[in-house]
Each structure stands twice: as structure tokens, then as C-alpha cells.
Nanobody, 122 residues
Framework: QLRLAESGGGLVEPGGSLRLSCAASGGTLDWTAIGWFRETPGNSREPLACVWMDGEVTFYKDSVRGRFALSRDNAKATVFLRMASLRSDDAGVYFC???????????????WGQGTQVTVSS
């Protein structure tokens, strides 16, 4: 059974950078698409972006385009979310989710991680 675990969250100042990891266990990511979602008190599980099994990336939230980058290392069973030029509205709990294909709809994904907190503050 595939399981996901996010890590890399923490406190970062506005304008700073952070790299989140989504590590898989109990299975392989070779045939898996990984989506990234962000949860805030005002918005539950909003879609950010998704990396398809072939490495193609789809962005769903315009405000992260050009600042966030997705990559995957199937040998390490890990997907990365690199975030730059962070703003206060980037704060929240970041989740990764796995399924065979990408989607902007959270219910599409079969497997979810526990989330990692990102705080943007000076």
C-alpha cells in the first residue's frame, strides 16, 4: 500500500525559499502522478500544481507560476516542491497526493500525505 509523507516545511521570511519533499513508501512512484495542495483556514485543499508520471507539470494556481517548481526523483521515490519569493499568502499546510493521473480536484487522488506546515513571517 502506497504511503506519502511530506517534509521540509517551517518558518521562512517573506522573499525566502523553501523546498518541500513528498516521499513515498510501500510502493513506487514510477507510474504515479503527484499533486500538491495547500490548506488554509479560508481555503481547504486548493490545488497548486501536479507533476505527471512522465515529468510534465501542470499549474492550477496562477500566483505560484514562476515561483514554484516541481520535480521528481523516481529512484528516491520522492517528489520535490521548490518554492521561491515566498509571500504571506503562501502560508498554509502543504499536502501531496498520488494517483495515476493529475487533477485539480482533491477527491480524485487515492493517497494523501499528512501535510507539512509552511509559515511565512518576518
Amino acid at each position: 500500500q502506497l504511503r506519502l509523507a511530506e517534509s521540509g516545511g517551517g518558518l521562512v521570511e517573506p522573499g525566502g525559499s523553501l523546498r518541500l519533499s513528498c516521499a513515498a513508501s510501500g510502493g513506487t512512484l514510477d507510474w504515479t502522478a503527484i499533486g500538491w495542495f495547500r490548506e488554509t483556514p479560508g481555503n481547504s485543499r486548493e490545488p497548486l500544481a501536479c507533476v505527471w508520471m512522465d515529468g510534465e507539470v501542470t499549474f492550477y494556481k496562477d500566483s505560484v507560476r514562476g515561483r514554484f517548481a516541481l520535480s521528481r526523483d523516481n529512484a528516491k521515490a520522492t517528489v520535490f516542491l521548490r518554492m521561491a519569493s515566498l509571500r504571506s499568502d503562501d502560508a498554509g499546510v502543504y499536502f501531496c497526493a498520488a494517483d495515476r493521473t493529475c487533477s485539480e480536484f482533491a477527491p480524485h487522488f487515492k493517497t494523501w500525505g499528512q501535510g507539512t506546515q509552511v509559515t511565512v513571517s518576518s
